[in-house]
């Protein structure tokens, strides 16, 4: 038996307990770093998988409800963990950094109510948006870190906050800025499908997206999204994908889990079949982005 069972609910502490267990579990393998702290000081962490020069990126748990994602993460690490033990040349050049929770006290608001949240005046500002705590997106200053990053489309409303304002926003910044990554998936919970287009990049850069996203579709069995619906109407940008692709200048895909019928607060049976889907997202994301370098 794994480390990483799928047959429950995961509070955050079950996260990053799971997290330091995998990490001891494969010593030398895996390696949990500290790549920030949120306004409610929880760490936010990552799992590096190899010690090599340069990594493909994979966030979850950006928006807190979209909780199933992180213990799939967590899964998806452990699988190939091992199977670094079994074949030593599976990633003999490049590593994989996993993020399982971008966003945890979003994430403790979603799975175990306002009362998760320590500061007050967090607490309070919270509880004012009316807001039944297990639909809640938002980190805990109200702020959705996926319409908070700078780029072109970032368009300043309420729940966007100042561009780059939050601890959140700031910790995948400097991740993204001072590691070598060649490639950055983040995964979210709404259609089965898959995003890929960037208005503002160029042909070249979209053509190579096309390519990763066909190759992505065909192993998940995920619907291709168009370019015409890369940003909802009436929404704004500023997602991880889009400060990413702008400024990192290399692929960065945005893959929806669950289907559209879901209603939130997720059940739990999802993550199983979740994991499924996507267990060779990594591999082939990996292989994709080289394919086209």
């Not at 996260?15 to 393998?29: H, M």
């Not at 998936?185 to 066909?214: L, P, V």
């Amino acid at each position: 038996m794994g480390v990483i069972e799928l047959n429950y609910k995961y509070s955050f502490s079950d996260i990053q307990r799971k997290s330091l267990q995998l990490a001891n579990v494969y010593q030398g393998i895996l390696n949990l770093e500290t790549i920030g702290i949120s306004h409610d000081q929880r760490e936010i962490f990552m799992i590096r998988l190899g010690l090599h020069k340069k990594y493909i990126l994979i966030t979850a748990g950006v928006h807190g409800r979209e909780y199933i994602n992180s213990a799939v993460l967590l899964r998806i690490a452990e699988k190939y963990a091992a199977q670094t033990v079994s074949q030593p040349g599976l990633l003999k050049d490049y590593g994989i950094l996993f993020v399982p929770v971008l966003n945890p006290d979003g994430y403790v608001i979603a799975t175990e109510g306002f009362g998760s949240i320590n500061d007050k005046k967090l607490k309070k500002n919270c509880i004012m948006q009316n807001i039944n705590s297990s639909q809640w997106k938002w980190n805990a200053r109200a702020v959705d870190i996926n319409r908070n990053f700078l780029s072109a489309s970032y368009n300043k409303s309420p729940h966007t906050g100042d561009v780059n304002s939050e601890n959140e926003t700031k910790a995948f910044i400097n991740l993204v800025q001072n590691e070598n990554t060649i490639g950055y998936i983040d995964i979210h919970s709404r259609g089965e499908a898959i995003y890929y287009y960037r208005k503002h990049m160029g042909e070249e850069y979209n053509r190579h997206q096309r390519y990763i996203a066909d190759r992505l579709s065909y192993y998940t069995g995920y619907k291709l999204m168009m370019p015409s619906e890369e940003i909802d109407s009436g929404d704004s940008g500023g997602n991880t994908v889009h400060y990413y692709s702008e400024y990192i200048n290399c692929p960065a895909i945005t893959v929806e889990t669950i289907d559209d019928d879901a209603k939130f607060p997720l059940k739990y049976e999802y993550a199983r079949q979740v994991y499924y889907q996507i267990r060779y997202l990594p591999i082939e994301f990996l292989k994709s982005v080289l394919r086209e370098i």
